[in-house]
């Protein structure tokens, strides 16, 4: 698996301390981007927060994500969260260790008292001091959250004195791409009150041996419950590796209400993803699974249309300079200020999902700016799907004929690929094994890149005749 370091730095470490006026949350940003650029420590937030045990809980369960590893247990996993300031409200997110989690929490408008938020993305210390500090806050001191360095920190000290090294796997960078493009197919499939969330999330198993429950499970709304499914059906929910939710239980007994979001599935549907999120005073957290516990997001292949397509590329560079920092982007303002169709900017703005530069936020059904601080370009360099697919492009081992198109491998293999209905199928192994499941085969995608290019040099060729086009 292709790793590298990724040199995280602050200037100090974050910290929780009392004050004459209560206590006083600092947390340190490293470097990030911002309105004006990429700035080393930029400051977000200096406030309080309206529910103070509250946010300390889920910035707890977020922490849990970034440090946890579901399966594999016995591998080490240590990334430091992700703040993003959209003007209006603060976005937590982490991503587990072994790839299948990924987690958000949003503290919104409501949840913040005074001060102004900021726009930009950088990652948070969170180290094990303040994570014992945080679980110890109680329910009536007031807290006063500063996100990045105060100005007379920024004075006094000079340079870095905290860095970290931590390594960051390929996989994990197309997870948070895949993530994103996932969720934006998903629908609210269920919303349970307080009681009756905290019911069923406790009774839900806490591991196995290794971070596997012996496959999927599914669950259907009933009532003003969730009530346990053996296989899918028209309304279920997916919840595979069930024990992945255990971070939800830090903010529990401060819940709303938990609801569930799930694609549409049909009668003996194979496993899906889904996201899972409490409601709480002024905030939401948000765990968004993977279909199986030893699955991580980076191989659904969700992304990888949007990938191969130069249109889509193009649209997002435009796109990308129209984005703003939005909590919630519009996409038919978007499209009113780009000239471009719907269609189109939804299309661009997965193409930026790819790269994190948009997240998708389910609860309120739209994308969200945000810049990760990470190479992003690397989810499309080493995508091996796409890598190949590309190889076998350059290599003319494409051959259209109508519906039906001929892919001969590297191996001498030859290789069909059927369109019905926009859908491409493959006579390859991967196809059988998946049917779809996991986005295209590296066959498929080499045919789509192909009809995509014959189209835009077919229009590149067409003849101006008597003032028309032929």
């Known amino acids: 698996m292709t790793r590298s370091l990724q040199a ?9 301390v009392s004050a004459a006026d209560g206590q006083r949350l600092g947390l340190e940003t490293s470097r990030g981007a911002t309105p004006s650029g990429v ?9 309080f927060l309206t529910a103070p045990q509250v946010a300390a809980a889920g910035l707890l369960a977020v922490a849990d994500v970034a440090a946890a590893r579901y399966y594999q247990r016995q591998l080490r996993a240590s990334l430091d969260p992700v703040v993003t300031g959209n003007g209006d409200r603060l976005r937590f997110e982490s991503f587990s260790g072994c790839g299948g989690v990924y987690a958000r929490l949003d503290v919104l408008e409501a949840g913040l008292d005074g001060g102004v938020v900021g726009h930009g993305t950088t990652n948070v210390d969170v180290n094990n001091p303040l994570r014992e500090a945080l679980s110890r806050i109680g329910s009536t001191d007031p807290l006063h959250l500063r996100v990045g360095p105060d100005e007379l920190a920024v004075t006094t000290l000079d340079g870095p004195v905290v860095e970290k090294k931590v390594p960051l796997p390929d ?3 197309r997870g948070f791409a895949e993530a994103q493009v996932i969720a934006a197919g998903f629908d609210l499939r269920a919303e349970l009150p307080a009681a009756e969330a905290v019911r069923f999330l406790r009774s839900l198993p806490r591991g196995g041996g290794r ?8 669950v259907v709304p009933a009532g003003r419950g969730l009530r346990p499914s053996t296989r899918a059906v028209p309304g279920a929910v997916c919840l595979p590796g069930p024990e992945r939710l255990i971070a939800l239980q830090r903010v529990l007994r401060h819940a709303t209400a938990l609801r569930v979001y799930g694609p549409p599935v049909t009668g003996g549907a194979a496993a899906t993803a889904a996201a899972w999120e409490v409601v709480l005073p002024g905030m939401r957290l948000t765990l968004t699974l993977s279909p199986d516990a030893s699955r991580g997001f980076s191989g659904e292949g969700g992304v990888l249309d949007a990938l191969a397509a130069d249109e889509a590329g193009e649209d997002a560079e435009l796109i990308s300079v129209l984005l703003a920092w939005e909590p919630r982007v519009d996409v038919c303002d978007l499209a009113t200020a780009s000239g471009l169709t719907a269609e189109r900017v939804r299309a661009a703005l997965v193409r930026l999902g790819t790269s994190g530069r948009v997240g998708y936020d389910v609860a309120e059904a739209a994308y969200f700016h945000r810049e990760l601080p990470y190479d992003a370009e690397r989810v499309e360099r080493h995508n091996p799907r796409l890598r190949s697919a590309r190889a076998l492009v350059a290599a003319g081992a494409v051959a259209l004929d109508g519906a039906v198109a001929t ?7 030859v290789h069909r690929v059927r369109e019905q209905a926009g859908v491409l199928s493959c006579s390859c192994l991967w196809w059988a094994k998946y049917r779809g499941g996991r986005g295209p085969c590296k066959h498929a995608l080499a045919v789509r890149m192909v009809r995509r ?3 835009v040099e077919q229009v590149g060729q067409t003849e101006r005749v008597d003032g028309g086009v032929r």
Do not use: N
Not at 8 to 16: H, M
Not at 211 to 218: D, H, K, L, T, V
């Open 453 to 455: 290019g014959t189209a």
């Open 39 to 47: 700035r080393d420590h930029p400051q977000f937030f200096a406030g």
């Open 171 to 173: 996989r994990w960078l």
């Open 407 to 413: 892919v001969t491998a590297e191996d001498g293999h």
């Open 8 to 16: 995280v730095a602050y200037r100090r470490p974050s910290v929780l």
């Open 211 to 218: 971070g596997a429950s012996g496959g999927a499970r599914w």
